[in-house]
Structures are given as structure tokens and as C-alpha cells.
């Protein structure tokens, strides 16, 4: 399928095209909205105020000599897999070289640490999953070797807010979940007496 929907570099151009500018969006320069074209034998488009505008530019793929068809897969090789993924995965399915396949992952998760975080989860009705996980082997900053990190996760609906808390007790917990989830949802956890 994907390769059905991207066959070439064109159709990749194409498609960062439309969900950036297609017939929504405004010329940067004019402001006005449609009468775009292509710039033959350039990844570049052209709007009738005769300003030309880079479509890759504020994207991964700026200034890089990889295929947008390899980044694309990469995209969807992330957005795929929820454990992440290696660069020697990436590296055997695209046929890169270590050095180019190191450099993509980097750019995939540059980008898709930019999305914004959402305020708040949940809602009226909505199932919120709460939980808290001690993590002996991470350090955090002024803290010794031995003690624990404790990470608070709220997940609900493919979203999730993680996040150091001080400590497991009641208080702590009950005022991150009022910060970060909506009022009407639904909240499920574990029987971890400060949830009560």
C-alpha cells in the first residue's frame, strides 16, 4: 500500500505539499490562498506572486540527500511500532549505510519529539489509565546512586503524559491526576493504596 501511494520522489513531493500549503493554506509571502505550481527539476513550488517556496523546508528532510520515499518509510516504521526503532532495523530495510540510517532516526524522533503535549487527557466518559512505575537504574539530577526515580504515566485513547514525580504518596498523585486529566473521565489503575 505504501508503495502504491508513493511510487517516486514526485508523488512524495506532492503529498508534504498538500499537508502543508495544498488549498488551505496562505502564501507566505502574499497571503493569498491556491494558484500554486511546480518548479521543474526542483523540490520546489511556485505561487502566482511569482515567490517560490521550498515545501521541505521546517521538515526532516531539509537539505538531506536521502530519498523522501526512505523517509516516509521511516515515518511509518516509527508511527508503527511502539517500542521504537533501532537504526540496524532501519538500516536493513531501507539499504542505508549505518551513517545515513543513525542520522534518519535521529531526525524522525527530533521531529516527533516537536508535537505538542497535550494539556490535559480524558473527558466525559473517557477511559484513563493511571500508573506509576519505580525505576531503579535511571539517575535523575541530585539524586544518589541507589535511590529510585518514579515516573507517573496517564494514558487514554493512543495518547500518554509521563512524567518524574517526587514521591508515591497520596497527595502527589491525586494533584498530578487532577492537573492532567479532564473532569468526567473515567480513571483506572491499580490497587496501590494512594489511588484511593
Given at each position: ?12 513531493l ?54 523522501l520515499?526512505?523517509c ?21 530495510q ?79 498523585l ?7 486529566v ?15
Amino acid at each position: 500500500e505504501f508503495c502504491r501511494r508513493f511510487p517516486d520522489e514526485d508523488a512524495c513531493l506532492e503529498f508534504i505539499f498538500e499537508k502543508k500549503y495544498g488549498d488551505h493554506s496562505p502564501c507566505p509571502h502574499c497571503g493569498k490562498i491556491g494558484g500554486w505550481g511546480r518548479v521543474r527539476g526542483a523540490k520546489k513550488y511556485f505561487h502566482s506572486c511569482r515567490r517560490q517556496i521550498s515545501v521541505l523546508k521546517g521538515t526532516p528532510f531539509y537539505c538531506s540527500n536521502l530519498s523522501l520515499a526512505a523517509c516516509l518509510y521511516a515515518i511509518l516504521l516509527f508511527s508503527n511500532c511502539s517500542s521504537g526503532v533501532r537504526t540496524s532495523f532501519l538500516r536493513k530495510q531501507l539499504g542505508l549505510i549505518p551513517k545515513s540510517s543513525h542520522r534518519l532516526c535521529n531526525l524522525v524522533r527530533l521531529h516527533m519529539s516537536t508535537y505538542d503535549r497535550p494539556m490535559q487527557l480524558g473527558g466525559d466518559g473517557s477511559l484513563v489509565e493511571v500508573d506509576e512505575v519505580l525505576l531503579r537504574h535511571v539517575r535523575s539530577p541530585g539524586k544518589n546512586r541507589n535511590e529510585a526515580t518514579i515516573i507517573l504515566g496517564i494514558a487514554c485513547e493512543g495518547k500518554v503524559l509521563t512524567g518524574i514525580v517526587a514521591d508515591r504518596k497520596r497527595q502527589t498523585l491525586h494533584a498530578n491526576i487532577l492537573k492532567y486529566v479532564k473532569p468526567g473521565s473515567i480513571i483506572v489503575t491499580d490497587d496501590w493504596r494512594a489511588y484511593k
